[in-house]
Structure formats: structure tokens, C-alpha cells
């Protein structure tokens, strides 16, 4: 069997010392959106949270001093509203529901250091205190203005930006409002964003949201940005400094709060841990990567050191709203399905940027596929057979070299693999490749057959094999510490190993750990079964009718993995078409040309035409796998796959949710 590097990009990447040093000596400080009040939490809410809590623990692990911010973001129109609908007075609608998130956290295994709420006393001090630096820097001025405003989004938007004279994120027509009003000028900085951005290409990602920034740059748009709203038409909001007539603007407000909650100008912890991270999701990009930095610069303050991006829960393949019914409450989830079940499902399933869909049968089928059978089976078979054949002890190895297990190699090869890129928020692709090494070791019990060489007497081998296996499976407990804590202490203590370096600290120096691999000490005691994570039987109610008539599918997931390199030879890519019309010999196929860029045009067939009318799909952008071999069909030949997506009743073209050129890589 094969127990070589296990890579996730091709080659097995292994981080250099010096990158090493470099993240132990540094402070680690990242926050989370701070949430809005207007209602209470869900999945989404509950997965960046949890993001940002695993990073932490990681970074714990990886010995930095580490700080986690969130909090609620508490002003505005939609607040008000939202207050006055229930009947209520504004700050005691907005202490209920962030009391609600606040309490939220810890049942979720989330251990923040700082909870910002914008109506918060110092933060209300802070927010005056910048404002006033930045108006007496002379980068806020009055200026009479009349836009397109959005309730929706609190905010106006050029003619530019409308689309078909609707606001792009709710398509409601926004009301047209003239007023006077405060502003800052956010358009003297943008050609410095655009070179910041352009020498510093690892700030925002993945760089598809990167890329998105740079073209909110390139098409001109942004212009100035009102930061006031007089108190005639809104008065919940911070009094400007200035000018008591006018509040402040909610996103102007809000993103100082990560500053606020760690004590700028002059707090010991701005020092010590600003430029932090941020952590976000893509409907909040252009705020943080657009106004936040222009605004830090105008206050001479250095920019964020990362904006990380993800994707969208979808409830199914739906966006969940309110009024469909269709919201996840992430507390009921975990409580169902187990905790650390819960964390690991989100950090698994979504890609790091794109977007995600949450079922009660995916997360039954990661438990049963990846926890029960892959990680519990493990503990489950390693520590029966060590009560049958070691007494649960674990053995002496004496003169035999820990690192002469055949396992040594792939595992810090593995822990490598996973620390690189949970760095960088790749938690999803890093338990994938854990997962490898996991499936690997299952292998290597079923062709080491410890049960044979202890009924042939061949007690070294066995104890190589099976304190290899021990030793392995602490680094794996390790690993998963920032993703499943409480598992994590549990494998640990069923390895009979002390489960925390101190009281309220990690479970181990994870680079120390990943630089080595040894034994575990010699007569520790170890548990005699191991029962970690119990099968889950698939929950009716939420099977669709078609998962009933194979109630096998969630009891004995029959995945069909595929190889991660295999996966990675695919060349997909994004074009645009540039002609369509129908094959001449088949009526359900259109023939198209499309442009991918740098890659140059090509002829694709594909079976669009009882979905699309030929004309109505030139100059639509698609995804397209390019190097499958060209096919003839009909007499035509295709030279690609364009991308769909099908169900019951329809089918529909697969393109990139933001603009992206042609030529683009998918993956
Ligand atoms: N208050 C602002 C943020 C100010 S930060 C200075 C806000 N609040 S929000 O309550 O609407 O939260 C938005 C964030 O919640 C997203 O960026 C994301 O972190 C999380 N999510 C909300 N819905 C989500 C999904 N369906 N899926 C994933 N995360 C999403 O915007």
C-alpha cells in the first residue's frame, strides 16, 4: 500500500522554517462582521463566526498571541425601523437581539475576546474622535447632493450604479432624495487604493474577490462617499462631532468598530494587535474593500493585513430568507447533529469563496461518511485491538526509531499540508487532505493485519504497527482542535495523553508537532473503546422523496471519491459567447462560439435549445471545461463542455456571480 506524500496541489508543500518563526513571534488579531440587531442569528452569521473562531484556535496552536472581535452593529435606518415595527424603543429592541448573539457564541464553542456594540459609549467616543481627525485633516466637507437612495442597503447610488434604474442588491426602486450633507473624500484616495491593492496582491482573498475590487476601481463609479444623514429624517445614529444636526453614516460607524474594540488611539491592545484580519462574507466586500482602507489611510493608519471572503449559505440551493421559511437556526442544528459535528460539516463542505448549500441529508452524510466511518471507525478498531493485544497499554519501543514508522513522513507531510492551508482559511481543503491521511491509515490497519502478527507472535512488528497508528492518530486530534475542540479533547484523552498545555490554552504547539513524530510514552494507559461519533439514521422529514426510496444513501454513503489531483486536471474556465446559433443536424443542440481570453475562441456544442434562444445568450459569460478530448457530433465538432446546471424542470447556464474576464480559471 501506498503511504506516500499526500498532496493536495500536486506537490507536497512544506512550509519553511523561517515562515515558521514568522507566524510563532506574531500577534494574531481577526475579527468578524459585527451583525446587524434587526434580527436574529443565523447559519450565516454562525458559519463566519465559526471561521474565525477555528482561525484563532489554529493560530493559539501556532503560538501567537491571538485576539477575536465581533460584536453588533447597532445603528441605522433598518434598526429603527425594525424597532418600531415590534414597538419598541430603539435601545431596548437593540439590547435584546444582541444579547441574543452575544449568548449565542459560547453554545457554539466560539471563545471571542471582544464584544463591539456600536451603541457602546467608547465606541461612540472613538467613532467622533476619527471622524473629527479625518474632518480636521480636511477630508470631510459639506456639500449639497441629491441621489438614489436605497433603505434596503442605507445608501445612495449613482445613476451608474442602477441597474435598469433598480438598485442592484434588492432591484426596488430607490427613492430619488436631495439634501445637504456631509462627505468624505474618499475619491482622492482610490488611485492609491488601486496601486496598494495592485503591489499587495494577497490582501483580499481568494483573488476572485480581489478581482472584484479592482474592477469596482477600473469602471469608475465611486465617488465620493455622504457619510452624514441629517437628524430631520434619521436621529439613531452617532451625533457627527461637527455638526449636531447630522448622525453618521451606519457603514461609517460600523467599520470603526474594528478599531474601537481594541482601544485606538491609544489602547495596549491597538498596539500590540493592529493591522488585524478580516473575516467577511462576498455581500460586504465593497465596504471593507473599498471604503475601509480609504478611510484608514485618511486617519494615517495602516491598512488591515488580510480581508479573507467567503461564500453564501444557501438553504438547498436557495438564498434563505424570512419569508420563505427557509432560515437556519444554527443552535438547533448543533444541537441535533452534535457540536462538533455541526463545526465540522460547515468548515468541510464549504470551498473557502464560493458559495455552499446546507441540508440536514449532507450533514447526515459527512457525519456517517467522514466521522463515523472514516475518523471513529479509526479510533474505534485502533483501540479495541490495543485492549485485545496490548493490554490498553501502550507499548515500550525500545531501539526502535519513531521515525522509522512508515507512517512518520506522510503524517508531517499531512500536518504541513493542513497548517498551510488553514492559514489561509482553507479549512475545507485542509480537512480534505487530512482526510486522505485518515482513509490511509484505515488502509494500512487492513493490510498490516495486527491481529496476524499477534496470533504469529511477531510482537515488534505489532508494536511498530500499532504504536505508529497511536502516534498518528494524537497529531490528527491536534489538527482538528480548532474545528472540533471538544472532540479533539476527547481523542486525546482516550489516547491517554494530557489534553491541554494549561488551563484555557491549546492542546499543543501544532509546529512543533508537525516537525516531529513520536511515540507515545511508553505505559500510558489508553481507553479500551472508542465511540466517538455514532451513526446518524437520515431524518425522514427532510429527505427528499427521492433519498427515501434509498434509505441505504445515508446509512452507507456510497461516495465515489474522486482523487483531488485527478479533480485538479480539469481545465475549466470562464468565457463569453460571442455567436450562437442552432446545429444544423440536431434540434436540441446550439452550436456556440465562445472567447476564453488569452486561451483564444472555440467552437462548443451543447444541448441549450429547448432552454435558450440563440440570441438571447451572445455576450453571456459561461463556464467551460477545455481539455476534454474534442468530440464530433453530428458532424460538428465541440471542443469543450459548456457548464450546466439541470433539474426536474429546467436548465440553466453556470457563470462566474461576479464579473470575471475571459480565460479565468475555475477550481
Ligand atoms: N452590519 C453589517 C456588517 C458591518 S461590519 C463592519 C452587516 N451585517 S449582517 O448582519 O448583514 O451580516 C452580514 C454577514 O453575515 C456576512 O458578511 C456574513 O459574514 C454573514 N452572513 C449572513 N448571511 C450569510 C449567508 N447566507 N451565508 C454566509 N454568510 C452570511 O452586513
Known amino acids: 500500500m501506498n503511504l506516500r506524500a499526500i498532496t493536495v496541489t500536486g506537490r507536497p508543500f512544506i512550509r519553511s522554517h523561517c515562515n515558521i518563526m514568522e507566524t510563532a513571534d506574531r500577534n494574531y488579531y481577526i475579527t468578524t462582521p459585527i451583525y446587524y440587531v434587526n434580527a436574529h442569528p443565523h447559519l450565516g452569521h454562525a458559519y463566519s ?40 424603543a430603539p435601545k431596548l429592541f437593540v439590547d435584546e437581539i444582541s444579547s441574543s448573539f452575544r449568548d449565542l457564541w459560547p453554545k457554539l464553542s466560539i ?76 475619491s482622492a484616495y482610490l488611485p492609491w487604493l488601486r496601486e496598494f491593492l495592485e503591489n499587495n496582491p494577497d490582501l483580499i482573498r481568494p483573488t476572485r474577490y480581489r478581482a472584484e475590487a479592482m474592477a469596482m476601481l477600473e469602471n469608475g463609479v465611486l465617488e465620493d462617499l455622504c457619510i452624514s444623514r441629517p437628524k430631520s429624517r434619521l436621529t439613531w445614529g452617532i451625533e457627527l462631532p461637527f455638526d449636531q444636526d447630522y448622525v453618521c453614516y451606519v ?69 434563505m430568507s424570512k419569508s420563505l421559511g427557509n432560515v437556519i437556526d444554527p443552535l438547533a442544528m448543533a444541537q441535533k447533529y452534535g457540536l462538533d459535528a ?12 464560493s458559495d455552499a448549500s446546507f441540508s440536514e441529508e449532507g450533514i447526515t452524510t459527512r457525519i456517517n461518511a467522514d466521522l463515523a466511518n472514516d475518523l471513529g471507525n479509526l479510533f474505534s478498531r485502533v483501540l479495541s485491538m490495543a485492549a485485545k493485544y496490548l493490554d490498553s497499554t501502550v507499548p515500550a519501543m525500545d531501539g526502535i526509531n519513531s521515525d522509522d514508522s512508515e507512517l512518520a513522513e506522510p503524517c508531517r507531510e499531512t500536518m504541513a499540508n493542513y497548517i498551510q492551508l488553514a492559514e489561509r482559511m482553507e479549512f475545507s481543503l485542509a480537512l480534505e487532505n487530512l482526510w486522505q491521511f485518515v482513509r490511509s491509515l484505515n488502509k494500512y490497519v487492513d493490510t498490516q493485519a495486527p491481529w496476524s502478527l499477534y496470533k504469529n507472535k511477531e510482537l515488534d512488528k505489532l508494536h511498530m504497527v500499532m504504536g505508529g497508528l497511536l502516534a498518528a492518530m494524537r497529531k490528527i486530534a491536534i489538527c482538528l482542535w480548532p474545528v472540533m475542540p471538544d472532540a479533539a479533547e476527547k481523542m486525546l484523552a482516550q489516547l491517554g495523553c494530557e489534553s491541554r498545555l494549561g488551563p484555557d490554552m491549546p492542546l499543543a504547539n501544532i509546529e512543533k508537532e508537525q516537525a516531529s513524530f513520536e511515540w507515545l510514552p511508553a505505559g500510558l494507559k489508553l481507553a479500551p473503546s472508542s465511540n466517538l461519533f455514532p451513526r446518524m439514521e437520515a431524518s425522514p422529514k427532510n429527505a427528499p422523496a427521492s433519498d427515501k426510496k434509498d434509505k441505504d444513501a445515508a446509512d452507507t454513503p456510497k461516495i465515489e471519491h474522486v482523487d483531488f ?51 438571447d445568450i451572445i455576450g453571456r459569460k459561461i463556464c467551460a471545461v477545455l481539455n476534454l478530448p474534442p468530440r464530433k457530433i453530428r458532424g460538428l465538432v465541440s471542443e469543450g463542455m459548456v457548464l450546466t446546471a439541470e433539474d426536474d424542470n429546467s436548465l440553466t447556464l453556470l457563470a462566474p456571480d461576479a464579473k470575471m474576464s475571459n480565460g479565468s480559471i475555475i477550481g
Open 111 to 186: 471563545k471571542y475576546d471582544t464584544f463591539t456594540r456600536t451603541t457602546d459609549a467608547a465606541h461612540v467616543a472613538i467613532v467622533q474622535k476619527f471622524l473629527q481627525r479625518i474632518y480636521d485633516a480636511g477630508d470631510i466637507y459639506f456639500g449639497e447632493f441629491g441621489g438614489h437612495y436605497c433603505y434596503g442597503c442605507e445608501r445612495f447610488y449613482t445613476e451608474k450604479e442602477l441597474e435598469n434604474g433598480l438598485c442592484p442588491q434588492h432591484q426596488t426602486k430607490p427613492q430619488f432624495i436631495s439634501e445637504k450633507n456631509y462627505f468624505f473624500r474618499m
Open 565 to 615: 489531483d485527478t479533480f485538479k486536471k480539469l481545465d475549466i474556465r470562464v468565457g463569453t459567447i460571442v455567436h450562437a446559433g442552432k446545429h444544423p443536424n440536431a434540434d436540441r443542440i446550439l452550436k456556440l462560439e465562445i472567447d476564453f481570453g488569452p486561451g483564444g475562441k472555440r467552437h462548443i456544442l451543447s444541448g441549450l435549445a429547448e432552454a435558450y434562444n440563440p440570441a
Open 49 to 88: 463566526t465559526i471561521l474565525a473562531d477555528a482561525a484563532v484556535r489554529l493560530h493559539r496552536e501556532l503560538g501567537a498571541d491571538t485576539l477575536l472581535l465581533t460584536g453588533s452593529d447597532e445603528h441605522g435606518d433598518k434598526i429603527a425601523q425594525a424597532a418600531e415595527k415590534r414597538g419598541m
Open 251 to 319: 457603514w461609517f460607524d460600523a467599520l470603526v468598530s474594528y478599531i474601537s474594540g481594541i482601544g485606538w488611539p491609544d489602547g495596549s491592545q491597538f498596539e500590540r494587535f493592529w493591522p488585524g484580519e478580516h473575516l467577511i462574507a462576498k455581500d460586504i466586500l465593497k465596504p471593507h474593500a473599498i471604503f475601509w482602507p480609504c478611510m484608514l489611510k485618511a486617519a494615517g493608519l495602516p491598512i488591515y493585513r488580510h480581508l479573507d471572503v467567503h461564500g453564501y449559505w444557501l438553504s438547498r440551493d436557495t438564498k
Open 342 to 353: 455541526f463545526r465540522y460539516f460547515l468548515l468541510r463542505e464549504m470551498r473557502f469563496g
